[in-house]
Every structure is written in structure tokens, then in C-alpha cells.
């Protein structure tokens, strides 16, 4: 795509320098135990490694995968709807099947830790957010690394096996359409509900209209997620 095609495309080998002005960039890392994993980086405007930024794990969804898909669903949803957080984003290409995979979770991890050395980032402000099986990764990934993760976006998304005791343990912003004909609105609904009980800091945000494949129609949502966030973030 042509829009690839204008960013830097390189191979990035784990330990080796990563970009540091604005823009979008596909890149290649070499996992150790993974094998050879395609994820981009998003660097805002305006950044400066003097100043703390807040860093954006992105796990893009299912169906058919596109080479550097992450990149892609980063360019299309993820990076207008938290423009105003001003973050450092990682999104790689899931390697496998699903997010909770073990490759898929090391891959994840190893290019937050890797940005986490290469960039000024605000360890207090580190988010994670997908779509639909990325959606599903969010609360797989904010419930297995809470000291990590400080704030949730799961999007068009199930629970699959987390218990609810596992979920919401960091201020989480759940977005789901009630006209998803893939994954149903009333569980969603009720998990929030549950997690409310349980005093746990979630909002749910209800969409109307938009079926599981209307993906694009979710950036005012994801915008108004990203402005909740910022606000916790304050607090």
C-alpha cells in the first residue's frame, strides 16, 4: 500500500535503535523464541525524549491478517481516536492464532519492553486497547500484566474464559454496538455490571447500529475513551 510504502520499512532486531520522529513506521523484529514478527511504531508530534510520553499497545483483530495488519488498524482507528494522549503506540502482527497465544503474548510484551527502553515513557500511562479479537487480547493482556497496564480499551470484544475477579483491575473503557451480529452485546453489558459490583473502575460505553464489521464507526467512542482515560490518568 502506498501509504507503507512512504514510511520507513526496515528490520529491527531486539536491542537496536527505534525511531524518534513523528510518523507511522512497519518495521520487523527478530523475537527470540518467536522468530521473525512484523509490528510498527507510532511516534507522535511533538515528542521529545526529555518529557514522559504514555505508550499504546494496540492489538488489531482477526479475520484476514494483511502483512503489518497492526499497522494498518493503528493508521485507520487507533491513532485518530487517542491522538489527544499524544503516545508512543506499538502494534505488532499477532504470529499466531489469538492474542492469548504464547508467542502472540511474548512478542506483545517484548516490544513493550523494548519501547519502554527506547522511548521516555510515563510508566503510569500505559495503555492497552484492540478490536473484536483484539478486543478479547485487551482483556487477556490487562489481566495478565495489571502492573503494567493502567488503563483498558477493549472494543467489540468477549471475555472468552477470564473470570470476572480477573478483569477491571485498572481503569477499563468498554465499547460494544447492541447490532454486533459476531460477538453479543448482553454479555459485554453484564461483565460490565459485574465488574461494577466488584467496585471496579469500568465504564461501558453502548453504540447503536453498527454491526461487528463497522470497525470505523467506533473513533468517536474510542475518542471519548480516550479522554476518560486521560482523565484517570490525572487522578
Not at 19 to 43: C, F, R
Not at 125 to 142: D, F, K, P, Q
Not at 208 to 224: P, V
Request: aromatic content about 8%; overall charge neutral; glycine content about 8%.
Amino acid at each position: 500500500m502506498a501509504w507503507i510504502a512512504s514510511c520507513l520499512l526496515g528490520l529491527f532486531v531486539v536491542g537496536a535503535e527505534m525511531p524518534m520522529t513523528k510518523g507511522l513506521y512497519p518495521l520487523q523484529a527478530d523475537i527470540p523464541g518467536v522468530g521473525q514478527v512484523l509490528y510498527a511504531v507510532s511516534v507522535p508530534d511533538g515528542y521529545r525524549p526529555s518529557t514522559p510520553a504514555p505508550l499504546v499497545l494496540v492489538l488489531h483483530p482477526g479475520g484476514e491478517r494483511p502483512r503489518h495488519y497492526g499497522a494498518q488498524f493503528t493508521r485507520r482507528l487507533v491513532e485518530p481516536g487517542l491522538r489527544q494522549l499524544k503516545p508512543i503506540m506499538i502494534a505488532p502482527d499477532c504470529p499466531a492464532r489469538d492474542w492469548s497465544d504464547a508467542g502472540c503474548e511474548k512478542s506483545a510484551m517484548t516490544l513493550v519492553d523494548e519501547a519502554m527502553r527506547a522511548y521516555n515513557i510515563d510508566r503510569k500511562r500505559v495503555l492497552v486497547v484492540g478490536y473484536s479479537m483484539g478486543g478479547r487480547g485487551t482483556w487477556y493482556m490487562a489481566a495478565k500484566h495489571p502492573d503494567l497496564f493502567t488503563a483498558a480499551i477493549p472494543m467489540a470484544a468477549s471475555t472468552r474464559e477470564l473470570a470476572v475477579d480477573q478483569l477491571g483491575r485498572q481503569p477499563t473503557y468498554v465499547i460494544h454496538s447492541r447490532a454486533d451480529e459476531v460477538v453479543p452485546f448482553d454479555p459485554a453489558e453484564k461483565n460490565a455490571r459485574d465488574l461494577k459490583k466488584l467496585k471496579r473502575e469500568v465504564e461501558f460505553e453502548a453504540l447503536d447500529d453498527f454491526t461487528h464489521f463497522d470497525m470505523g464507526s467506533y473513533l468517536d467512542a474510542l475518542q471519548r475513551a480516550g479522554h476518560w482515560v486521560a482523565r484517570r490518568w490525572k487522578d
